[in-house]
Nanobody
Framework: QVQLVESGGGSVQPGGSLRLSCAAS????????MGWFFQAPGKEREGVASMVTGSGRTYYHASVKGRFTISQDRAKNALYLEIKNLKSEDTGMYYCAAVRTSPVDHCSEAFWRGSNNYWGQGTQVTVSS
């Protein structure tokens, strides 16, 4: 059974940083596409960062480039998202996702649309002074 468990969320002041973690079990993270999705209150979930785990190639939504960094630790079967210079609009739930069909050598549009993914339960980030 595939499980993705996020952690690392919390309450942070504007300008602060956070590192979110996603621990994967029952899932082979090599040769896959994994990523992070963000859902602001009252809005739809959208992809913010992804990684082709085999090559390490990363992709970012234009709105987060320069502030978000996705990384992995294959030995730990873990995925991370570092967020710097947090803003109030970063408040919401962050979800870890992994493509169901692997191996893959790219992150497809389907992955970014959120279809055919495994999901974690999410971790809440609140940015407030």
């Amino acid at each position: 059974q595939v499980q993705l468990v996020e952690s690392g969320g919390g309450s942070v002041q504007p300008g602060g940083s956070l590192r979110l973690s996603c621990a994967a079990s029952g899932y082979t993270t090599s040769s896959s596409c994994m990523g992070w999705f963000f859902q602001a209150p009252g809005k739809e979930r959208e992809g913010v960062a992804s990684m082709v785990t085999g090559s390490g190639r990363t992709y970012y939504h234009a709105s987060v480039k320069g502030r978000f960094t996705i990384s992995q630790d294959r030995a730990k079967n873990a995925l991370y998202l570092e967020i710097k210079n947090l803003k109030s609009e970063d408040t919401g739930m962050y979800y870890c996702a992994a493509v169901r069909t692997s191996p893959v050598d790219h992150c497809s549009e389907a992955f970014w649309r959120g279809s055919n993914n495994y999901w974690g339960q999410g971790t809440q980030v609140t940015v407030s002074s």
